[in-house]
């Protein structure tokens, strides 16, 4: 099956610093998005992104579909930005099945 | 965005219980939901897929007869976990689809502690 790798697995970061998190795919996927899991373990939507770029405020997020890999960027991180960031892409068929990475824990110290 | 709720958010419940949990989608119509799980400190990995009128779709490992999973509606899906043990303990997440999109949208789990 496809294997979803996620980079690096903890980061640190002091407040304000920007950091860019990666998310390796061994197949052809027809979806990819961006998550945050908060500290009561709801997962917000950041990006709906199966190619190209796309910015939300301090974030924003690229994916290149023929080299298999999506860059989450964070810029003037904050300690609100701490948690899990997890990838997860869509299998090329019709299930819409979506395959989770093992996550970035994610700490923004003040 | 489009919302989706889990009813109930946390529940304890003694061996051998049955546990039932909804999804429901809030503001759109979901022919399709998922329905995963989340260990502490790892990832999610999907159990199912339910499909509106039709029998869930369980991935490899998971029983069917444990978990048993009725997609009733267009926004409605439930999961009950039958006879309940404590390794059944974790946490349940569900995620649905829009009719018309790709993208999916996560309910905000479901704690499941069993005594």
Same mark, same amino acid.
């Given at each position: 099956?496809?294997?979803?790798?996620?980079?690096?697995?903890?980061?640190?970061?002091?407040?304000?610093?920007?950091?860019?998190?990666?998310?390796?795919? $061994?197949? $052809?996927?027809?979806?990819?998005?961006?998550?945050?899991?908060?500290?009561?373990?709801?997962? #917000?939507?950041?990006?709906?992104?199966?190619?190209?770029?796309?910015?939300?405020?301090?974030?924003?997020?690229?994916?290149?579909?023929?080299?298999?890999? $999506?860059?989450?960027? #964070?810029?003037?991180?904050?300690?609100?930005?701490?948690?899990?960031?997890?990838?997860?892409?869509?299998?090329?068929?019709?299930?819409?099945?979506?395959?989770?990475? $093992?996550?970035?824990?994610?700490?923004?110290?003040? | *965005?489009?919302?989706?709720?889990?009813? /109930?958010?946390?529940?304890?419940?003694?061996? *051998?219980?049955?546990?039932?949990? !909804?999804?429901?989608?809030?503001?759109?119509?979901?022919?399709?939901?998922?329905?995963?799980?989340?260990?502490?400190?790892?990832?999610?990995?999907?159990?199912?897929?339910?499909?509106?009128?039709?029998?869930?779709?369980? !991935?490899?490992?998971? !029983?069917?007869?444990?978990?048993?999973?009725?997609?009733?509606?267009?926004?409605?899906?439930?999961?009950?976990?039958?006879?309940?043990? /404590?390794?059944?303990?974790?946490?349940?997440?569900?995620?649905?689809?829009?009719?018309?999109?790709? !993208?999916?949208?996560?309910? /905000?789990?479901?704690?499941?502690?069993?005594?």
């Amino acid at each position: 099956g496809i294997q979803v790798e996620q980079s690096p697995p903890d980061l640190i970061l002091q407040e304000g610093a920007n950091s860019t998190l990666r998310c390796n795919f $061994s197949d $052809s996927v027809n979806n990819l998005q961006w998550f945050h899991q908060n500290p009561w373990g709801q997962l #917000i939507n950041l990006f709906y992104i199966p190619s190209g770029t796309k910015q939300n405020g301090r974030l924003s997020a690229t994916t290149v579909a023929t080299e298999r890999y $999506s860059l989450l960027y #964070i810029s003037s991180s904050q300690t609100t930005d701490s948690g899990v960031y997890f990838c997860a892409v869509g299998l090329m068929d019709s299930s819409y099945k979506l395959i989770f990475g $093992s996550g970035t824990r994610l700490l923004v110290r003040p | *965005g489009a919302v989706v709720s889990q009813h /109930p958010s946390w529940v304890i419940c003694k061996s *051998g219980t049955s546990v039932k949990i !909804e999804c429901r989608s809030l503001d759109f119509q979901a022919t399709t939901m998922f329905w995963y799980r989340q260990f502490p400190k790892q990832s999610l990995m999907l159990m199912a897929t339910s499909n509106e009128g039709s029998k869930a779709t369980y !991935e490899q490992g998971v !029983e069917k007869d444990k978990f048993l999973i009725n997609h009733a509606s267009l926004t409605l899906s439930t999961l009950t976990v039958t006879s309940a043990h /404590p390794e059944d303990s974790s946490f349940y997440i569900c995620s649905a689809r829009d009719l018309d999109d790709n !993208e999916q949208f996560f309910g /905000p789990g479901t704690r499941l502690t069993v005594l």
